[in-house]
């Protein structure tokens, strides 16, 4: 399982919403993550099959989605084709 708190003022706590957590949520149901790092506005984690998944803020599209969206709930990347 992931667990996230702090301030959510973009989401990047991927709890599905923008209010702050002063104690820790679960990050939707899923507990096949290895590793998480979080930013200041996003967060990046990859599960154990070596997906790799994003949310937050977005403005500049750090997220590595394609677009400029902003996501409050984790998000998989996906390779673009050469």
Do not use: C, H, I
């Not at 708190?5 to 709890?15: D, E, H, K, R, S």
């Not at 590793?35 to 403005?59: E, H, I, M, R």
Request: charged residues 20%; negative net charge; hydrophobic residues 35%.
């Amino acid at each position: 399982m992931l667990w996230s708190f702090g301030w959510n003022g973009v989401g990047q706590l991927g709890v599905g919403d923008t209010e702050d957590r002063t104690a820790p949520a679960q990050v939707g149901r899923d507990t096949d993550w290895a590793a998480a790092s979080g930013g200041n506005y996003f967060t990046l984690a990859v599960k154990q099959d070596g997906t790799l998944w994003s949310w937050g803020d977005n403005d500049e599209g750090q997220l590595g989605l394609g677009d400029t969206s902003r996501r409050d709930t984790p998000t998989e990347v996906v390779r673009a084709s050469p």
